[in-house]
């Protein structure tokens, strides 16, 4: 059984956060993105076609301590490309934050098992 936590930890309370996970893996997938006051999704998908979506949507922050949990139980073990951002003004000013994800599940290493873009932004709309 393999599972990974992703700590987020630029993402603040009161940011404007999006999500997108998609999986085109053969095994089953469990993702869950949850903070100290709540959890946004929690969903499982298994098949090797990417659509639908595991899980897409939006929320304000409510808590702290945001973690992103990827279970994968039939596989040993999970390797992850992350990839953090800021989101800049022209300026420079930092308006937000990104996240893309990449998971292997087996030994193929081409890093398409799972895929996870979370953005957040200081302001709504």
Do not use: H
Not at 41 to 67: C, D, E, R, V, W
């Amino acid at each position: 059984m393999a599972q990974k936590t992703f700590t987020i930890d630029s993402f603040p309370q009161g940011y404007y956060m999006s999500w997108f996970v998609t999986t085109q893996a053969a095994y089953s997938v469990t993702a869950t993105l949850s903070d100290s006051s709540q959890q946004y999704f929690s969903n499982t998908k298994t098949s090797t076609n990417i659509q639908p979506p595991l899980a897409q949507g939006a929320s304000l922050i409510q808590g702290s301590n945001l973690k992103l949990l990827v279970n994968i139980p039939q596989s040993s073990s999970l390797d992850s490309s992350i990839n953090t951002y800021a989101i800049t003004t022209d300026t420079g000013a930092i308006v937000g934050y990104g996240y893309n994800i990449c998971i292997e599940d087996s030994g193929d290493k081409d890093y398409n098992d799972v895929a996870i873009s979370l953005v957040a932004w200081r302001n709504k709309g």
